[in-house]
Each structure stands twice: as C-alpha cells, then as structure tokens.
C-alpha cells in the first residue's frame, strides 16, 4: 500500500526550515528517504528502522514513528540544493523486498 | 555516477510493439529492481530480482516481464505497448541480500509510445 507524503508541494526561501511528512495506514518495518531533482535520478538520504530512530544527513534529519506508521523529514536551514521531489518509501517487514514509494513532495526553494 | 547503466535513454515506439530495456548494476550488487515512474503516480514499483531468482513483484502487468541473467544484468520486457505505458522506467541495484537497503538509481530510460 502507498505511503501517504504531505504537503505535495512546498516553496521556501533560502534559510527556512520545512518538514515533510509520510503516514502509512499499515505496520511499518523502515522508512527509506530519497530526493530527486529535476531531470535527474532518485538519490537515497537515509533508512529508519523501526524503533522511533532519528537519523541525520548534514541539515537534513528524519524520525519514524513506528506506533503512528509515520515518518518526518525535516530540512532546516535550507539551501537552493535542496530543492527537487522527496518521495519515503516503506518496508511494511523484513524480508519483504518490496520499497513502496509514495507520490513524492516537491520542495522548491528560491533566493 | 551511480554505477547503475540503463540503456537505451529514450525510446519511442508505436501502440501494440515490444521493448525490452537493459540494466547493468553497480558491480558487486546483486539486487536489481524495477519501477516505473509517471506523473500522477510517482515511483511505482514493478519487481525485484536477487542474483537471477525474482525475489518480489509489485504492481506489474501482465504484458510485462522480467528476467537477471548470469552476468546480473537484467533486462524488462513490455509487450503490447498501449500509451498508457509512457513512463520513465528507473532500474536500480543494491548489495544487500537481506532487506533493503541503499538502493543506486540508474538515469532512467524514458519511453513514449505513440
């Protein structure tokens, strides 16, 4: 079943901080962030593994909530790197082999 | 530079043709998947392989198919091609063995049928 992200799209300016969101309605095992700019192939960020982790990627951090189903992203202090679509995928258990990619939240940031 | 090859880049073909498109992971992967990527649906996953055995199917039609050769290419195979099938197919390849893990995109080969 696919994730649910939001918002679907989002403009910032340089320096603000944005979060994006992803919900399944089903059990998660992982939460797998990517962001894909224009024109260009998905590139991973990270993986959360069930157990309410938070990881990091420079200013880029996310958290999963594994009793919610639900994982957030957060990008603080952004940059114009940072923009292009960020889709989760999700692990509904190990050994599924299968990542399920939601619909994607573009996140355009401008000067 | 992921490591992961697609060819061909761009295709375009007629309603009712066949296509098969071409992946070669980054050496060392074993896991190969393939998805489909439209508008309105996002990343949609097609299937997996690990070292030759198909290891998880998705949302593929029927007219679709798959297969990893010794060497762990793969290739996708799309048959009666309608214009619904316009997509940009993404194959991309991962060491792990176990779940999934860091996944290596390739660019893509986008096909549009007419």
């Known amino acids: 079943q696919q994730p649910v992200q939001s918002p679907q799209a989002v403009i910032l300016r340089e320096g603000e901080d944005a979060v994006i969101n992803c919900s399944s309605s089903?059990?998660?095992?992982?939460v797998h962030w990517y962001r894909q700019k224009h024109g260009e192939a998905p590139v991973f960020l990270m993986i959360?593994?069930?157990?309410?982790e938070q990881k990091g990627h420079e200013k880029i951090s996310a958290s999963f909530n594994e009793k919610k189903q639900q994982s957030s992203l957060y990008l603080t202090a952004s940059q114009l790197s940072y923009s292009g679509t960020y889709f989760c995928?999700?692990?509904?258990?190990?050994?599924?082999?299968?990542?399920?990619f939601g619909k994607g939240t573009k996140l355009s940031v401008i000067p | 530079d992921s490591g992961v090859t697609q060819t061909p880049k761009h295709l375009i073909t007629a309603t009712g043709q066949r296509v098969t498109l071409r992946c070669s992971p980054r050496?060392?992967?074993?896991?190969v998947y393939w998805y489909q990527q439209s508008l309105d649906q996002g990343l949609q996953f097609l299937i997996q392989?690990?070292?030759?055995?198909?290891?998880a199917k998705g949302n593929i039609l029927e007219r679709f198919s798959a297969q990893q050769f010794p060497d762990l290419h793969s290739e996708l195979n799309l048959s009666s091609l309608e214009l619904g099938d316009s997509a940009l197919y993404f194959c991309?390849?991962?060491?792990?063995?176990?779940?999934?893990?860091?996944?290596?995109f390739g660019e893509g080969s986008r096909l549009t049928v007419l």
């Open positions: 050496s060392g992967d074993l896991s």
């Open positions: 959360l593994l069930k157990g309410g």
């Open positions: 995928g999700t692990e509904r258990g190990a050994g599924s082999y299968q990542l399920t």
């Open positions: 392989y690990y070292n030759g055995e198909e290891r």
């Open positions: 991309a390849s991962s060491w792990s063995g176990g779940d999934t893990g860091e996944l290596f």
């Open positions: 089903k059990a998660l095992y992982s």
